[in-house]
């Protein structure tokens, strides 16, 4: 009907059913905004409400429960961690931890932020305060599991084991966190037939606890199986992980890495799926190793090669100072650019800890010299070399050794290929030696969320 007529008033004036309805509206919104004032008032001055008074429950306002954001801070603070901005969950699980100081979930939490973000001794120090403030037994074994995966990073690998042993004894839980901190530690002690049936049994019971847990049990077992060399069955993982996480390029660099050894054309087409994650910032510096060392071994281009290995060192990576710098200098001797590779392994000299990181620029050295025909500097290396007790046995006892060997015949080599044939052909055949394999293993590049491992 067009017009409407109200019973009991007498009708004067027909209204239009658009001047009601503006009418309403009017009423509508002063109720609205009556309401908006009354939740800011609360959301305002909630802490000078009265809780529990019965005296004057009918003199004041009764309490109004204010908004409460911790469900949506929680899952947010998950999914920075899950995407790897560590700093940004470790924001919202501090503000968490204001609201719920005794809430033992989020107390983990920020030790595993820190953790993961390279403060192991922060962390630590949470683990043993929690330790003393948390006496129920699974409350204790979840934190001693947390802290012995603290302690693997830290490379103290055998009181870890001693320490998840000892919650194994007492009170072993059966969550995925739990098996993945006890596995984390097993694989760290080189017990891999330990570890894979418990990852494996763990993967079958499906996403049980967080969903980070859930990956990092399948990423864990990807990495072992290229470990033990059972790369079928770490692709196979790999891709069911792929097909229902497409969302984390930690898993297509680690499908990268796999494409290395077969299906090479492919390394740059999955990088570039990598880049398009949302944790791509966090691995940009596996993401242009990769590019780098595709360029070096795989489409030898090696101008391309450096350029990536340029921009890697401003980036934070599996490698390390020492290896990014290791690596640039490798693609610098290949390239004949002797001046940039002298200033790099100067640096390698300052940068070396280890007797395999002293081994690795002694070989550099030996090369840069041998190049540029620098006799004096090559025979004054070999006798160096001589007098390193610890270097001499690394080359001795381990596989990339036989600096030793390769040193003598360079130096036999070159002072006899003037007058010896034979001697001159293994002169030319060492100088046309250009491309040193820069070795990695692919594991280095299948890292768990907060349990990262360098290659040097």
Known sequence: MRFLLYKRTRVTKKRHLSDIGERKMKTFVQTVALLVIAVLSVALYADELPSDNPSSAFDELPPVPVFDTTASDWNSCLESFDFRDYPNALKLVNSLIEKHPDNLTFLIRRARCLSAMGKADEALRIYDSLAQKFKDKDEQSAILSEKAVVLVQMHKNEEALKLIRYVDDSNPLNSHRYITCKSMVLIANKAYNDAIPL???????????????????????????????????????????????????????????????????????????????????????????????YYTYININLTRAIEYAQQLMNEKSQLGDFGKTLFLSELYLSAKQYDQAALLINKLDKLAKYDLERHRTFWCKARLYFYIEDFKAFNDLYKSFERNDGVRLYDKNNEDGQLDFSLKVCLLAWQQKKDNELAQIMYTSCNNDKVQKFEFPLTILFYTADWNRRLF
């Not at 077969?262 to 791509?280: G, P, Q, S, T």
Request: aromatic share 12%; hydrophobic share 40%.
């Open 199 to 293: 990852l494996l049994c763990s993967l079958e019971q499906g996403e049980r606890g967080q969903r980070e847990d859930y990956c990092n049990t399948a990423f864990l077992l990807v990495d072992k199986y290229c470990e033990i060399g059972h790369y079928d069955i770490a692709l196979d993982i790999l891709d069911q992980l792929l097909e229902h996480y497409p969302m984390y390029g930690r898993f297509w660099l680690a499908r990268a890495a796999l494409c290395t050894l077969f299906n090479r054309d492919n390394v740059l087409n999955i990088l570039e799926k990598a880049e398009k994650c949302k944790d791509a910032p966090a691995i940009q510096g596996g993401i242009l190793f990769l590019k780098a060392y």
